[in-house]
């Protein structure tokens, strides 16, 4: 009887295809969210603008960039769990992406402090930690596109 990771072999590509799609979604978040916030830290922390910011990264974090992380990850685990954790390249996007979940959680901890008008931060930090998910990104796909060791 063939064991589940050979049983997923013939189901990889479908895996990878819906990994892909996830990490998509979820990198449109990660790139989306904290330009809301730029404007938001701009608008301040009353009003009726406030509250659109708020409700705008609110349903944005909870209703797409959380699903689609988690899509993300229990695709990603099928599919290490098929090819194995032997592959060199492979530990340095997993820490990448362990590096992108924690900037994930940092948005949701600027998400609550918007909600709760206690922002501090200037537009000024959003503009510089926006740039995190593109160097993280970066790492990744050359880890899995050129697998350089």
Known sequence: ????????????????????????SWMAGLFYLPRLFVYHAQAGNSGELHET???????????????????AWIAGLLLIWIIGLSHPWLHVKLLAVVLMT??????????????????????????MINEIPTVLMI???VMVIVKPF
């Open 1 to 24: 009887m063939p064991t589940p990771p050979e049983l997923l072999v013939d189901w990889y590509l479908w895996i990878k295809a819906f990994h892909v799609m996830a990490v998509i």
């Open 53 to 71: 910011f708020r409700i705008m990264e609110f349903k944005l974090y909870r209703y797409i960039m959380v699903n689609a992380m988690w899509a």
């Open 102 to 127: 924690a900037f994930h959680y940092l948005l949701r901890h600027h998400v609550r402090l918007f909600a709760e008008g206690r922002n501090r931060r200037d537009q000024k930090y959003f503009r």
């Open 139 to 141: 790492v990744i796909v």
